[in-house]
């Protein structure tokens, strides 16, 4: 199980930005695809970016809700994935959590129990 600490939300207005940052105390960080979800109230959680695996070439992919606003990103050395978020908009309000995939993959699956995540509420 991979220890995960998000951290970076809060408020924000509509149009600015955001970086959130996930440290994951875990061997072999980079061997594993990345995953940015995010979850409103009543609804299920959703996969918002995804990077791939270092052996599959650390492709990122986004949901098309926050695609050419959002970027993932990570380092390796600090074994921390990081999200980008600019040109926020009200519907980007939710708990955005990061969940690693399994060893090798190019896509992105919630392998890991969940985290606390870290709130982010756009409004103005």
């Known amino acids: 199980q991979v220890q995960r600490v998000e951290s970076g939300g809060g408020l924000a207005q509509p149009g600015e930005s955001l970086r959130l940052s996930c440290v994951a105390e875990?061997?072999?960080?980079?061997?594993?695809?990345w995953g940015w979800y995010r979850q409103v109230p009543g609804k299920e959680r959703e996969l918002v970016a995804c990077?791939?695996?270092?052996?599959?070439?650390?492709?990122?992919s986004y949901a098309d809700s926050v695609r050419g606003r959002f970027t993932i990103s990570r380092k390796n050395a600090k074994d921390t994935l990081y999200l980008q978020m600019d040109n926020l908009r009200p519907d980007d309000t939710a708990v955005y959590y990061c969940?690693?995939?399994?060893?090798?993959?190019?896509?992105?699956?919630?392998?890991?129990?969940w985290g606390q995540g870290t709130q982010v509420t756009v409004s103005s």
């Open positions: 969940n690693a995939g399994l060893w090798g993959e190019r896509t992105c699956s919630a392998a890991e129990p």
């Open positions: 875990r061997s072999g960080f980079s061997n594993y695809p």
């Open positions: 990077i791939s695996s270092i052996t599959t070439s650390s492709i990122p």
